[in-house]
């Protein structure tokens, strides 16, 4: 047989890998439960039909698609959006608004593999459904603010934009929303020249083009400039409008903006309003990122309900922190190997380790029938704290022997008194 190896794009996390990716999910669902969202647990597999509806051309190429033995046109998720929406004109149809909902797991886009960019990564994602309203938009942001603060990010910022701006230019320039989509997949990759070839007229063309040129330091003031520019066209000065409400309860709650970007799009297709993504200073690819999509549910068949999300992408805030050199703030408790000098002594030895498990002390039990200088030299290795002995001298005393390992010094102390003994 030739050995093995992970399929390209595909990843095995092992050890500080496995352990900060973990760590990242348990601080998402952290949050979850302090803002009040309900986790869901959706299938990986999902039908393309749904996964491909709205998801974006970008997407679609990139998607795991495969027909099952039963003959349906199936594809691996690449992302929880589609997902909860389904969800939404489904088994929660009837759920009073607003619905908040969490979902975590793993996503599959065939990407081109680099730093950063895999095959299959996490998300963290979460859904806020049934409010229109500025202040649904701002806790999505301040959750994912919430996130990269908890996990000790440093000089971590926004980049904030609305999708309403340049639909509504679109839109009034008569642009149909295929092409509408077209351009606004190029903006999102930067390629301007390329989307604004695609706009049919030199004034709709030269709209777009001004766009780019309206940033500037301040956020509010960018606001202000895309409303005066987007004046003669209502839909896109409503959504400036919208932008300029969500920017004043986001910044004025202590979330730090970089940039206001007016001519800011994201690859997927079924945003409606504002659109943000949260960077560190050392790496040019989002963290994390998402929107208002007030339209997809009734796309899907439900009823009209306004909706605002965003997805963290777990690996890459594990790539920051590593660049970062974050600390874990896991309080990793003491290590203790268990073992008796002898096999008659094993359902003793192993008593004693569930009750230091019951206890919550972490506890390795000695499976390799090794002697006892080789087992305890090995668990010295591997940075072990104690090893708890269980002999038979001590245990007619209601004892064992506790020793520890680095500082190579051993006592006889009392089954009942063990656990308090390990602790402190
Ligand atoms: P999206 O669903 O496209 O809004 O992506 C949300 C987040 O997922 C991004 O901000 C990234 O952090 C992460 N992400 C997207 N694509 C990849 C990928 N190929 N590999 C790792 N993380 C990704």
Same mark, same amino acid.
């Given at each position: 047989m030739p050995t093995f190896q992970t399929v390209r794009g595909m990843r095995d996390l092992l050890n500080e890998e496995a352990e900060t990716l973990t760590y990242i999910i348990s601080k998402a669902r952290e949050i979850a439960v302090l803002y009040g969202y309900k986790e869901v647990i959706t299938p990986v597999v999902e039908p393309f039909e749904l996964l491909s509806a709205k998801s974006g051309e970008e997407i679609r190429q990139r998607m795991f698609i495969f027909k099952d033995l039963g003959d349906r046109n199936v594809a691996l998720r690449p992302e929880f959006t589609a997902s909860i929406a389904r969800l939404a004109t489904t088994? &929660?149809? *009837?759920?009073?608004?607003?619905l908040r909902l969490f979902s975590v797991g793993s996503v599959y886009r065939y990407d081109e593999p680099q730093r950063g960019r895999y095959r299959e990564f996490w998300q963290s994602n979460f859904e806020l459904l049934g409010s229109s309203r500025p202040e649904a938009d701002a806790e999505i942001v301040l959750l994912t603010n919430s996130l990269m603060e908890t996990l000790g990010l440093q000089g971590y910022a926004f980049k904030i934009g609305h999708i309403g701006v340049i639909r509504g230019i679109l839109s009034q320039e008569n642009v149909d929303e295929k092409t509408q989509n077209a351009i606004l997949q190029r903006m999102d990759k930067k390629e301007y020249e390329e989307a604004f070839k695609l706009a049919p007229s030199d004034k709709c063309r030269s709209m777009l083009e001004g766009l780019l040129q &309206?940033?500037?330091?301040d956020c509010f003031e960018t606001v202000e400039k895309i409303k005066s520019y987007v004046a003669g066209y209502e839909k896109a000065k409503a959504a400036a409008e919208n932008l300029g409400d969500v920017l004043k309860l986001i910044v004025e709650s202590g979330c730090p903006v970089e940039t206001v970007e007016p001519a800011f799009a994201r690859? &997927?297709?079924?945003?409606?309003g504002m659109i943000f993504e949260v960077y560190i200073p050392? #790496?040019?690819?989002? #963290?994390g990122g998402g929107g208002r999509y007030d339209r997809l549910i009734e796309v899907f068949g439900g009823e009209s309900t306004p909706a605002v999300g965003d997805a963290h992408g777990i690996d890459r805030i594990a790539l920051a922190m590593q660049m970062q050199k974050t600390i874990l703030a896991t309080k990793r408790g003491k290590r203790v190997l268990v073992l008796s000098v *002898?096999?008659?002594l094993k359902v003793e030895a192993l008593k004693v380790a569930q009750m230091l498990r019951d206890a919550g002390i972490i506890v390795e039990f000695e499976v390799m029938g090794r002697k006892m200088a080789k087992a305890l030299e090995d668990a010295d290795k591997r940075k072990v704290d104690y090893a708890v002995i269980v002999g038979e001298r001590e245990l007619k005393e209601g004892a064992v022997m506790l020793r520890n390992l680095a500082k190579r010094e051993q006592t006889i102390v009392p089954i009942k008194e063990l656990v308090e003994k390990i602790k402190s």
């Open positions: 088994s &929660l149809k *009837n759920e009073p608004k607003p &309206l940033k500037s330091d690859g &997927l297709e079924y945003y409606t050392q #790496l040019d690819i989002a #963290l *002898n096999d008659s």
